[in-house]
């Protein structure tokens, strides 16, 4: 099941020397020891996993690659295999500023713009610039992801990203207050601190960090896109059926976001240079990006007591623990140490446990172990049938609408317009689909089940429709008796269609997920992208709500009083959202355009090499088929799918939970098309 990377011993001359000079101390951790330790951890893991694992001490050095599962082959890893250490790479780039800085060349308070080309739309808020240090310490106010990250294959999301898209993203961004005010993780930031530094450095990343941190660290298998003799790639797997994945690729110049590769032994010896910098080189940088900027903060409602240049804080013991976890679609890593107690920990999974907290809380109790316990196992059980049959029902999530279903002893989950996915069960207490990295945390309240949903880093509350709708009936049946419970119901108030159309618009809560906001009828009615339209109440001045899904929308306006953005308030979840563009101020009961008017959108629309999409009119409106292997998710043996009207230029696939929007060229005629779909934006060129 295990096997061991044993360090070489000291010859018997030099050790019987230590044994006269040396004080008494404790003996570091042994191979066999730091092995039983992991796998208690991981032995029968659903996740199947392998992990590389080593704790670095004074006194030396531990090492452990160990297989959740039992057999000869289960072991896919050892010494030559380089993972992705995905956001861990932050730190290194981190390092290569901190550098510039100690020489002269950079300082924390520099503008960001100052690092761009010429030109470049930088935002600001009322005159207030972001600096390097609000991107290093994640406080920008920039979004997680550029606006036009292209992403055509789920699996492998970077790899389209253009310096020209990150640059323009730039130019869609407004920020909601000063920079430095509030944490927001962003990996938008550090791609353009990443590309800033590869500019100013007149070279590719890949060659910057070789000449200024892996080779004076000796970390000769560390790597972007060239790797090293000797060394082989590491598969990444899924966490939830254990299937290979294919690897993250990022423009060079990006990389610094998550891009490098190495091995156990190259991200000990980052450690050791962490514990004891030299007095020159990039010793006194690492060093410098140790120092704390920002205090206390909050990632998925774990608390951290502080930024440094970089690096992740926690106080844990009387000590500071000073670490950086990294996840990609088939990797988890994480790198901590303790300068006081000079230890460290290194550890690697061949396997993304992105949605189950990394391998942070692993590495951490190996800092700390006195204060940090170790976890069990997620070993997979069948559920109870209790919590099947209380779970079944309608949900609310962040505007999508979910159902879970229960049958043979198993939870499905399916979001409208999108495939059913089958969930397993663990002795976490956890479902998880089987098809995807995500996972399910059921939740009790008041005698009813909820959930949180887990994905993507974040963390959303979903509310139960069955259970709003019957606490509005009652409390419709007790307004009818009593005064008090009458105040209690939304007010029978009207506006006006002006007054209304002050609201309509299209309202960017992140990238590629919109609400719209439109007049129908005499009323507001909201549709987030790719969702049916609900209907919205207007309860007091400047908010609506949704009851049944127990929504709350809240305008916001500016001091001239236009509306310019709104939050949708949600379980306990706040999005908040600017308004893009003004939405038809009243929409009647429009009917589907004519054949002629919808002829112009038919043809051969191609997403990437080898898919397309055909737009066709059949009767009085548009279908789609779908043609080839691509990026947009279809339900199980089905390519041909319906569109509805639902505006200029715009019609939804309800079928998939897609919206298509159409492009025109100057003269008027349909060229291309958008498509936005589970959060992501895709787009086909027409063809001749």
């Given at each position: 099941?295990?096997?061991?990377?044993?360090?070489?011993?000291?010859?018997?001359?030099?050790?019987?020397?230590?044994?006269?000079?040396?004080?008494?101390?404790?003996?570091?951790?042994?191979?066999?020891?730091?092995?039983?330790?992991?796998?208690?951890?991981?032995?029968?893991?659903?996740?199947?996993?392998?992990?590389?694992?080593?704790?670095?001490?004074?006194?030396?050095?531990?090492?452990?690659?160990?297989?959740?599962?039992?057999?000869?082959?289960?072991?896919?890893?050892?010494?030559?295999?380089?993972?992705?250490?995905?956001?861990?790479?932050?730190?290194?780039?981190?390092?290569?500023?901190?550098?510039?800085?100690?020489?002269?060349?950079?300082?924390?308070?520099?503008p960001?713009?100052?690092?761009?080309?010429?030109?470049t739309?930088?935002?600001?808020?009322?005159?207030?610039?972001i600096?390097?240090?609000?991107?290093?310490?994640?406080?920008?106010?920039?979004?997680?992801?550029?606006?036009?990250?292209?992403?055509?294959?789920?699996?492998?999301?970077?790899?389209?990203?253009?310096?020209?898209?990150?640059?323009?993203?730039?130019?869609?961004?407004?920020?909601?207050?000063?920079?430095?005010?509030q944490?927001?993780?962003?990996?938008?930031?550090?791609?353009?601190?990443?590309?800033?530094?590869?500019?100013h450095?007149?070279?590719?990343?890949?060659t910057l960090?070789?000449?200024?941190?892996?080779?004076?660290?000796?970390?000769?298998g560390?790597?972007i896109?060239?790797?090293?003799?000797?060394?082989?790639?590491?598969?990444?797997?899924?966490?939830?059926?254990?299937?290979?994945?294919?690897?993250?690729?990022?423009?060079?110049?990006?990389?610094?976001?998550?891009?490098?590769?190495?091995?156990?032994?190259?991200?000990?010896?980052?450690?050791?240079?962490?514990?004891a910098?030299?007095?020159?080189?990039?010793?006194?940088?690492?060093?410098?990006?140790?120092h704390?900027?920002?205090?206390?903060?909050?990632?998925?409602?774990?608390?951290?007591?502080?930024?440094?240049?970089?690096?992740?804080?926690?106080?844990?013991?009387?000590?500071?623990?000073?670490?950086?976890?990294?996840?990609?679609?088939?990797?988890?890593?994480?790198?901590?140490?303790?300068?006081?107690?000079?230890?460290?920990?290194?550890?690697?999974?061949?396997?993304?446990?992105?949605?189950?907290?990394?391998?942070?809380?692993?590495?951490?109790?190996?800092?700390?172990?006195?204060?940090?316990?170790?976890?069990?196992?997620?070993?997979?059980?069948?559920?109870?049938?209790?919590?099947?049959?209380?779970?079944?029902?309608?949900?609310?999530?962040?505007?999508?609408?979910?159902?879970?279903?229960?049958?043979?002893g198993h939870?499905f989950?399916?979001?409208?317009?999108?495939?059913?996915?089958?969930?397993?069960?663990?002795?976490?207490?956890?479902?998880?689909?089987?098809?995807?990295?995500?996972?399910?945390?059921?939740?009790?309240?008041?005698?009813?089940?909820?959930?949180?949903?887990?994905?993507?880093?974040?963390?959303?509350?979903?509310?139960?429709?069955?259970?709003?709708?019957?606490?509005?009936a009652?409390?419709?049946?007790?307004?009818?008796?009593?005064?008090?419970?009458?105040?209690?119901?939304?007010?029978?108030?009207?506006?006006?269609?002006?007054?209304?159309?002050?609201?309509?618009?299209?309202?960017?809560?992140m990238?590629?997920?919109?609400?719209?906001?439109?007049?129908?009828?005499?009323?507001?009615?909201?549709?987030a992208?790719?969702?049916?339209?609900?209907?919205?109440?207007?309860?007091?001045?400047?908010?609506?709500?949704?009851?049944?899904?127990?929504?709350?929308?809240?305008?916001?306006?500016?001091?001239?009083?236009?509306?310019?953005?709104?939050?949708?308030?949600q379980?306990?979840?706040?999005?908040?959202?600017k308004?893009?563009?003004?939405?038809?101020h009243?929409?009647?009961?429009?009917?589907?355009?004519?054949?002629?008017?919808?002829a112009?959108?038919?043809?051969?629309?191609?997403?990437?090499?080898?898919?397309?999409?055909?737009?066709?009119?059949?009767?009085?409106?548009?279908?789609?088929?779908?043609?080839?292997?691509?990026?947009?998710?279809?339900?199980?043996?089905?390519?041909?799918?319906?569109?509805?009207?639902?505006?200029?230029?715009?019609?939804?696939?309800?079928e998939?939970?897609?919206?298509?929007?159409?492009?025109?060229?100057?003269?008027?005629?349909?060229?291309?098309?958008?498509?936005?779909?589970?959060?992501?934006?895709?787009?086909?060129?027409?063809?001749?």
């Amino acid at each position: 099941m295990k096997s061991r990377y044993s360090r070489a011993l000291a010859s018997a001359a030099a050790f019987i020397s230590l044994l006269a000079l040396a004080p008494t101390s404790v003996p570091a951790m042994s191979d066999a020891e730091l092995e039983a330790i992991v796998s208690r951890r991981l032995s029968g893991d659903r996740t199947g996993a392998n992990l590389a694992v080593a704790v670095i001490e004074p006194e030396g050095i531990s090492r452990a690659f160990v297989a959740a599962e039992e057999g000869a082959r289960a072991l896919r890893i050892g010494p030559d295999s380089a993972f992705e250490i995905g956001s861990v790479t932050k730190t290194m780039t981190a390092a290569l500023l901190a550098d510039l800085i100690l020489r002269g060349e950079a300082s924390l308070d520099d503008p960001l713009s100052d690092w761009l080309p010429a030109g470049t739309p930088v935002p600001s808020f009322e005159g207030q610039p972001i600096l390097l240090r609000h991107v290093v310490t994640h406080t920008s106010g920039l979004p997680p992801l550029p606006s036009r990250l292209q992403v055509t294959t789920p699996n492998n999301p970077y790899a389209n990203l253009t310096e020209e898209a990150l640059l323009a993203s730039l130019a869609e961004v407004s920020l909601r207050e000063p920079p430095g005010t509030q944490f927001a993780y962003s990996n938008f930031a550090f791609m353009l601190l990443s590309y800033a530094l590869a500019r100013h450095a007149e070279t590719d990343l890949e060659t910057l960090l070789r000449e200024r941190l892996f080779s004076p660290l000796e970390m000769t298998g560390a790597y972007i896109e060239k790797r090293p003799a000797g060394i082989r790639a590491a598969v990444g797997h899924t966490a939830n059926n254990a299937q290979p994945t294919p690897a993250w690729h990022f423009a060079t110049s990006m990389a610094g976001v998550g891009g490098v590769r190495a091995p156990l032994d190259d991200m000990i010896r980052y450690v050791q240079a962490q514990l004891a910098p030299e007095e020159a080189g990039i010793g006194p940088a690492l060093r410098l990006a140790h120092h704390r900027l920002h205090d206390g903060f909050e990632i998925s409602g774990q608390p951290y007591d502080g930024l440094g240049i970089g690096w992740m804080q926690r106080e844990v013991g009387g000590r500071t623990l000073i670490f950086h976890a990294g996840g990609t679609g088939g990797f988890s890593a994480f790198v901590g140490f303790d300068v006081e107690s000079q230890r460290g920990v290194v550890a690697l999974s061949d396997t993304a446990w992105n949605t189950i907290g990394g391998t942070q809380r692993l590495g951490l109790h190996l800092l700390a172990p006195e204060d940090i316990p170790l976890d069990a196992p997620r070993l997979r059980i069948d559920p109870p049938q209790e919590l099947l049959d209380a779970l079944a029902g309608e949900y609310q999530l962040a505007g999508l609408r979910i159902t879970l279903r229960q049958r043979g002893g198993h939870l499905f989950v399916q979001g409208a317009g999108q495939p059913e996915f089958e969930m397993g069960y663990d002795t976490e207490g956890d479902f998880f689909p089987l098809q995807f990295e995500a996972r399910l945390r059921p939740k009790q309240a008041d005698g009813t089940y909820s959930f949180t949903w887990y994905q993507g880093g974040g963390a959303i509350t979903a509310t139960r429709i069955g259970a709003s709708e019957t606490r509005a009936a009652v409390s419709k049946d007790a307004a009818s008796e009593t005064p008090e419970a009458a105040s209690t119901a939304l007010p029978e108030l009207a506006l006006s269609e002006q007054d209304l159309a002050a609201y309509a618009g299209s309202y960017e809560l992140m990238p590629g997920f919109s609400l719209t906001i439109r007049v129908k009828d005499g009323a507001l009615e909201a549709q987030a992208t790719g969702q049916p339209t609900f209907p919205l109440q207007y309860s007091s001045e400047d908010r609506f709500a949704a009851p049944a899904f127990g929504v709350e929308i809240h305008f916001k306006r500016t001091a001239s009083g236009q509306v310019d953005a709104l939050e949708l308030h949600q379980a306990g979840q706040t999005l908040r959202g600017k308004r893009k563009e003004a939405a038809k101020h009243v929409e009647k009961a429009e009917p589907v355009q004519a054949e002629s008017g919808l002829a112009a959108y038919a043809g051969n629309y191609e997403l990437i090499p080898g898919f397309s999409l055909i737009i066709r009119v059949k009767g009085d409106a548009l279908e789609a088929q779908a043609v080839g292997e691509g990026p947009i998710e279809m339900p199980a043996g089905q390519s041909i799918f319906s569109l509805q009207h639902r505006g200029k230029d715009r019609f939804s696939a309800f079928e998939i939970g897609a919206d298509i929007d159409f492009k025109r060229d100057k003269t008027g005629r349909v060229n291309a098309f958008q498509i936005q779909q589970a959060g992501f934006t895709h787009h086909g060129k027409r063809k001749k």
